[in-house]
């Protein structure tokens, strides 16, 4: 099978950039059935690139079925902090390394190269699970002098992706949280977060937990070629409604926003998810950091070959004529006319449909930590 080297895609040496002018587009490479990735390049950190060549038979290679493998993650802690001053959290769990659901958009797709695996076809189907999560975040949280803050989960990889049916990380991670009453924010793109509304329902009613769940189309095509393995558009709007009657504060994230892609949807999406029960909405612009940049540059030719260089060129647009502009507070949302137009759109639909503004705090006043240690505990 020829890769997209061999075919011409290369330019100044970068992976899955467009042909220059006006050239036609070759053909993109032969997919696998189910994942959102069309390659699985080599980790920018290993010593060796692999380059797919095409063998002269003008044959596909018949490519084998790929399976999804579970690794265990043997952390020794489970919170992970950080000091970005665009974020609203400074603090994080991350139950899963890697992600089934294999869209090929995601942010955290780069972090795979840290252990060896590429950040393509091996992000979505080599995963690590963090097994004692539930037992590690308990002790983090007794130690003398933890100050809790709300934790949010599902901002890297989503927490509630398929082998969450078996692994039920994100099920002890709840129960811990919700005994020693910390405030839990939740980001996932699953219905399967409606598993544990007997869990987040109390802690919503003290004012402990919400859940935002990511809607990045309405379109089933689309959403089957951009992140096959999550749940369809109609069983997230399902599962908002679903979180809503039960009482546990619920918001839609419109995220990312591709121009030409699915920004024609964004006020379809905060339309639809309102009268599912979503009260406040968010949203945040493509972002192309490292490998990402070629993966989404390959998908775009492989599926929309006649969008592709503008769908590219529209990004650079926002990013001061880069693939992707990292800087504080610009990274979300994009700098630029287009990037103006999709703001002020996103917040005159808001307006329009009645979103809140911003949603109430989270408590941490209920915090139940470590005893003192001049504290005896009871006998019963």
Partial sequence: MAC????????????????????????GPRL???????????????????EAMDDGWGEPDE???????????????????????????????????GCEHGCVYCFARPTHAYVGLSPGLDFESRLFAKPDAAVLLEKELSRPG??????????????????????????????VLGRMGHPVSIVTKS???????????????????CVAISVTTLDGKL?????????????????????????????????????AINDSEIETILEKAHEAGAREAGYVLLRLPLEVRDLVTEWLVTHYPDKAR?????????????????????????TGPYAALIARRFELAMQRIG???????LRTDLFRGAPKAAEQLSLF
Avoid: C
């Fill in 63 to 97: 490519l084998p079925p790929l399976r999804t493998e579970v690794l265990v993650d043997k952390a020794r802690t489970v919170i992970t902090r950080n000091a970005s001053p665009d974020i609203p959290f400074d603090r994080s769990i991350n139950p899963y390394r």
């Fill in 32 to 50: 696998q059935h189910g994942r959102g990735a069309v390659s699985n390049p080599t980790g920018r950190y290993e010593p060796a690139q692999r």
């Fill in 146 to 175: 933890y100050t809790p803050r709300t934790l949010a989960i599902g901002t890297n990889t989503d927490p509630y992706q398929p082998i969450e049916r078996q692994y039920q990380l994100m099920r002890g991670i709840l129960e």
């Fill in 355 to 361: 979103y809140l503004k911003r949603h109430p705090r």
């Fill in 223 to 259: 959403a089957r070629t951009m992140e096959p393995r999550a749940a369809a558009p109609h069983r997230r709007l399902a599962a908002i409604r679903q979180l809503g009657e039960a009482g546990i504060p619920v918001s839609v994230m419109v995220a990312p926003i591709i121009p």
């Fill in 191 to 209: 219905a399967l977060v409606t598993r544990d509304i007997d869990l987040l329902a109390p802690m919503a009613s003290q004012g402990l937990a």
């Fill in 4 to 27: 997209l080297e061999a075919d011409g895609i290369v330019e100044e040496g970068r992976r899955g950039a467009l042909p220059p002018g006006d050239e036609p587009l070759p053909p």
């Fill in 310 to 334: 503008h769908v590219l060129s529209l990004i650079r647009s926002m990013r001061g004529g880069k693939d992707y502009d990292a800087r504080w507070n610009e990274r979300m949302t994009g």
